[in-house]
């Protein structure tokens, strides 16, 4: 029964957002480059930032400033790898100046507006079911959110499937940064630029005489382990150091890099 509510919970919250989220308006601001989906993410972060202060949900106490120590430190250098490495891979195009400002915009509404929703509102919402319960129920909903991205004729179960799981991966990633650094804020920065590639990297249309690739079953159900093995492993970490259990070799790696002192110890 536990997990029956937390399922339709779960359901009911991501059929909500998927549907407002394609009611919101896209003709208000014409002129001005992403204008439009910006002003909706803002209306619905602010709608579900709302319910979550009325509510008085738990994850009220990560919408404040980050904690500063080693701890966030090392959880913001690990978020700014995935930074570094997505833009670097990205074939960024070029954009005038409002262009540019308004896609970092867009990117930051989108960031804000699911990480509320996510880690805000859901985790919130069923952390009183325990706090393992509510990171792991969050985040496969907010990997089975990103379905809609293959709704239509061009439905492919097996992008769907990747992209579902490596997105499971992020949020439970997300989650255990939210929980160290104890912001959400932080996390919304960190969403926001990794998906770079929306705004910024080259649109190249697909190749017609391009073979599609067809993968067995077990490369299609492997296909997106590795990514997600990566986020859950980091998180995994995260987590360990949160309690004050620090690895011996993340010990070694901050002596060598001369974080820290010989004294070493996390604040």
Known sequence: MRNLRLGSTLIALSVFTLVAGRLQPTSWFEDIPYANATFGNVVAGLFFYFAIYVLGLQSLEYFRLPRVGLKSLFALMIAAMFIFGEIKTSDNERMGLLETVMGIIFLLSIGYTEEIFSRGFVYGALYKFGRRSAIFFSSLGFGLMHINRYWGSDWDPWLAYWH????????????????????????????????????????????????????????????????????????????????????????????????????????
């Open 164 to 267: 579902v799981m490596e997105t499971f991966g992020f949020a439970v990633f997300a989650c255990a940064l939210m929980i160290l650094t104890r912001s959400i804020w932080l996390v919304v920065i960190f969403h926001g630029l990794i998906d770079w590639s929306i705004v910024f990297d080259k649109y190249v249309p697909p190749d017609p005489n391009e073979v599609a690739w067809e993968p067995s079953m077990w490369e299609g159900l492997t296909s997106p382990l590795f990514n997600l093995g990566i986020f859950l492993f980091l998180a995994w970490l995260l987590f360990k150091i949160e309690k004050g259990t620090v690895p011996k070799w993340v010990k070694r790696l901050a002596l060598k890099w001369k974080l820290v002192e010989p004294e070493f110890s996390i604040a």
